[in-house]
């Protein structure tokens, strides 16, 4: 299979539910993360960077709408795949409204559910593979970023920068929202960090680091990524 190893979380807190499919997304190939609470679950969303998130809406501390809200609000992009039984179409619509990519309404058919991942998946990695702005290219997969057609070396935490801007083009983030969404959930870096690595990439991106075209601040909020 072409999707052979990534990585999906499954955050379900029926164990018989959570331990059938994790086995069934072993047989198939993929790495799994599991989590029974929402808490929990957000935080492996936020410091694993998963592939895909199976997620349950009735769950402890945590429920899954607030969980997918969460993570759409600190930038993360993340696929997910609704598991829940709560089928009426009110519940469908709030998830699809908040980001979720599929609803799927249990009892479910195993296969059905396995073929939605797949189908979500290709989606995603066919659309997000490759981002480019101006003479750059990011390959998210491959993790490597060319400019003008030659390699640039960065760094794993600048390249993870880099990216959370470039999938996120035209929004602005606090610098709290880039600790997240770069570092990951729980990071204890200052607004400094987030300075010295954007100073970073205007030396490495930008034509003029002193009047950035890409990489830009906004006054009192944070900063913003323009292709």
């Known amino acids: 299979m072409s999707d052979q190893r990534l990585k999906i979380l499954i955050v379900e807190d029926d164990l018989s539910i959570l331990t059938g499919l994790s086995m069934s997304l072993r047989y198939e190939g993929y790495e799994v993360l599991q989590a029974q609470d929402g808490r929990t679950g957000l935080q492996k969303a936020l410091d694993e960077n998963p592939d895909l998130l199976v997620l349950d809406v009735m769950l402890p501390q945590m429920n899954g709408f607030e969980l997918l809200e969460e993570l759409r609000a600190r930038g993360k992009q993340v696929p997910v795949v609704v598991l829940s039984a709560r089928?009426?179409?009110?519940?469908?619509?709030?998830?699809?409204?908040?980001?979720?990519?599929?609803?799927?309404?249990?009892?479910?058919?195993?296969?059905?559910?396995?073929?939605?991942?797949?189908?979500?998946?290709?989606?995603?990695?066919?659309?997000?593979?490759?981002?480019?702005?101006?003479?750059?290219?990011?390959?998210?997969?491959?993790?490597?970023?060319?400019?003008?057609?030659?390699?640039?070396?960065?760094?794993?935490?600048?390249?993870?920068?880099?990216?959370?801007?470039?999938?996120?083009?035209?929004?602005?983030?606090?610098?709290?929202?880039?600790?997240?969404?770069?570092?990951?959930?729980?990071?204890?870096?200052?607004?400094?960090?987030?300075?010295?690595?954007?100073?970073?990439?205007?030396?490495?991106?930008?034509?003029?680091?002193?009047?950035?075209?890409?990489?830009?601040?906004v006054r009192g909020l944070g900063y913003r990524f323009d292709p």
């Open 87 to 217: 089928g009426l179409e009110p519940d469908k619509v709030t998830g699809l409204n908040l980001g979720a990519d599929d609803y799927v309404v249990k009892p479910f058919g195993l296969q059905e559910l396995l073929a939605r991942i797949r189908a979500v998946l290709r989606r995603r990695l066919r659309d997000d593979d490759a981002v480019a702005f101006s003479d750059t290219r990011l390959d998210l997969r491959a993790k490597t970023v060319t400019r003008s057609g030659q390699p640039v070396e960065l760094t794993a935490q600048e390249f993870k920068l880099l990216a959370h801007f470039a999938t996120h083009p035209g929004r602005t983030f606090s610098r709290d929202e880039l600790l997240s969404g770069a570092w990951g959930y729980g990071y204890e870096g200052t607004a400094r960090t987030v300075d010295n690595f954007v100073s970073q990439l205007r030396q490495k991106f930008e034509v003029n680091p002193d009047e950035p075209r890409h990489f830009k601040t």
